[in-house]
C-alpha cells in the first residue's frame, strides 16, 4: 500500500512540475500550507518557530500532515532536539534565516547516530561555546578574555566581530554558554576591558 501512495505522489509532483497540478484535496492543501509557511514570522527561537511549522501541519486538517506534525515530536525527542536546536540556532545567527535546515537536520540525526550512546559529559570538557553546543554539564566555567586588536585597542572576547550594539548575536552565543549547566555558572573576567554585555551583571 505504501509503495502504490508513493507512486501516487510522484505522479501528482510530476503533474505540479509541469504546471497541472491535480485537482485533488492534498495538492491544494500542500500549496495553501506552502503559503502560509511563506507568511509566517520566524523569529530565530527554533523552539518557537518549529512549533509554528507544527501547528500549521495540523491546521490543515489533512490526515499525511497531521502524521507528519506527530513524527515531529519523536524526531526532536531525547538529544536529537538539542542537536537540532543548535543546528539550526547557528544557522539563524549567521544568514538570519533558516537558509540550509535540511542539510542542518540531516546533520544533526547524523551526529545523534555517531554519538548514540558515547555522549559522556562526565569529567572535565575543555571547549568553545559553538562546540558545547547539544550537551549538558553539572556546572560550567565562561572564561572571558581580552583580546587586542591593536596598539592600544582590545576588546572583550563575549562581543563578536562585527556584531554591533545592541549585541544581538554576541548575547544568543553567551545565552548558549550559559545554559549549558545544570547547576551553576562561574564567569572568569579580566578587569580590563570591560564588557559591555556582562558589566552591569553580577554572577
Known amino acids: 500500500m505504501a509503495v502504490k501512495q508513493a507512486a501516487t505522489y510522484l505522479k501528482w509532483s510530476a503533474s505540479v512540475a509541469e504546471g497541472k497540478p491535480p485537482k485533488t484535496n492534498l495538492v491544494r492543501s500542500t500549496e495553501a500550507l506552502i503559503d502560509g509557511a511563506a507568511g509566517l514570522g520566524l523569529t530565530g527561537d527554533p523552539g518557537k518557530d518549529w512549533i509554528l ?24 525527542a531525547f538529544n536529537r532536539g538539542k542537536r537540532i536546536s543548535a543546528s539550526l540556532s547557528e544557522m539563524w545567527m549567521s544568514t538570519g534565516a533558516y537558509t540550509t ?79 549549558r549547566a545544570r547547576c551553576r555558572v562561574v564567569m572568569l573576567e579580566p578587569l580590563f576591558p570591560r564588557c559591555p554585555i556582562m558589566s552591569e551583571h553580577r554572577l
Open 101 to 179: 535546515a535540511r542539510q542542518g537536520l540531516d546533520s544533526a540525526l547524523v551526529q545523534d547516530q555517531l554519538l548514540a550512546g558515547g555522549d559522556d559529559t562526565k569529567g572535565i570538557h575543555v571547549m568553545t561555546i559553538h562546540k558545547s553546543k547539544g550537551k549538558q554539564f553539572d556546572a560550567v566555567i565562561l572564561v572571558r578574555e581580552s583580546i587586542k586588536q591593536g596598539a592600544k585597542d582590545y576588546r572583550s572576547s563575549l562581543v563578536w566581530r562585527g556584531d554591533d550594539e545592541p549585541y544581538d548575536r554576541s548575547r544568543k552565543i553567551l545565552r548558549v554558554g550559559i545554559t
Open 53 to 76: 511549522v507544527k501547528t500549521l501541519l495540523y491546521r490543515t486538517g489533512v490526515h499525511e500532515f497531521k502524521q507528519v506534525a506527530g513524527a515531529l515530536d519523536y524526531l526532536i
